[in-house]
């Protein structure tokens, strides 16, 4: 019998599998690199709604609103810390998924990754689609440490 293409590591598992993993880390890197970069697009909003909080802007402090600078900054504001959370969870996930690690993390994220049109919604996609294959299960399996037992005295 002949080996099928992509098959044949030292473990057993596919080769492709391997590659797939590595290949969606990677990309993981750079849609983190571009969430991160994409929500410095809201700052000026932020520069915005904190000039017209603190300055008279030409006499039109008395036409705007109250709640309207906090608008500009609020708004903004959760906005870019999401941006920023999201890009930190995905260079985790780029790791975890390099190291093989934590597929319940990856998939949650992955998830998650799928509100972000287009390129977050591709990656996360795909993602799922790769970490849901049982070879891909194992291979995380593989990884996992068994916790010791009460008795073996490692504490």
Known sequence: MSEQPGEGTSTGLPQQDERHLDLLSTFHYVAAGLTAALSCLVLPHLVIGFLML???????????????????????????????????????????????????????????ECMMMPYGTVLGIFTIIVLSRDSVTRLFDARRVPPASPGSGAE
Do not use: Y
């Open 54 to 112: 603190t300055q008279d802007l030409n006499g039109l402090a008395e036409e705007i609103p109250a709640i309207f600078p906090f608008v500009f900054i609020l708004i903004p504001g959760a906005m870019f810390i999401a941006a920023w959370v999201l890009a930190g969870l995905m260079v985790a996930t780029a790791l975890k998924l390099k190291r093989r690690e934590s597929h319940t993390f990856c998939l949650v994220v992955a998830g998650v």
